[in-house]
C-alpha cells in the first residue's frame, strides 16, 4: 500500500507541474505497459508456449482503454501518452489486462470460451528526456470463464 501512495503522490506533482504551467513545461505524462502472453490455462513454467498474435486489450472495469497484438514471442507493449484520464484507474486494481483472442486459437485442445486476465504491476516513475515515465507490467495471466 505504501508504494502506490508513493507512486500516487509522484505523479499528483507531475499532473500539478503539467497543470500549473503547460506552456512552460514540454513533458508528457506516459503509461507503458508490457507484458507476454502464454498458451496455457495456468502458467507455471517458463516453458509454456507463447500466444501470438493474441488481442491484448487495457481494459480498466468494462471500458478497452487501448488494444495491441502480440508479437511471435507472444510479447505486447502499449504506450499511452498523458493518460491523465485513466491514471486514477491505472493506479488502482479496476484496470487489468485481457486476452479477447479464444485460446483454442493457438491450441485446439484449449477452451473457446474464456478469457487470460492478469493484474497491472508497478514500478517507481522513470524520467526519458523531460517525459515521466509510469512503467507497468501484466502480472501472471488467470483463466477466466
Known sequence: MAFNSVLFLTLL?????LTVAPSAVDAQILAI?????????????SKAPAFPNAKA???CGATVISSTITN?????RMQL?????????????NCTI??????A??????PSAGTLIAPLQSSLPTLDGGNIVLNLVAGIFKFVL
Request: proline share 4%; aromatic share 2%.
Open 13 to 17: 506533482l507531475a499532473i500539478s507541474t
Open 33 to 45: 505497459i508490457r507484458g507476454t502472453v502464454n498458451c496455457a490455462i495456468t502458467v507455471t513454467t
Open 98 to 103: 485481457a486476452v479477447a483472442t479464444p485460446l
Open 81 to 93: 501518452k498523458n493518460p491523465s484520464a485513466v491514471l486514477m484507474n491505472l493506479l488502482s486494481t
Open 105 to 110: 486459437q493457438c491450441n485446439s485442445s484449449l
Open 72 to 76: 511471435s514471442l507472444g510479447s505486447f
Open 57 to 59: 486489450q487495457l481494459r
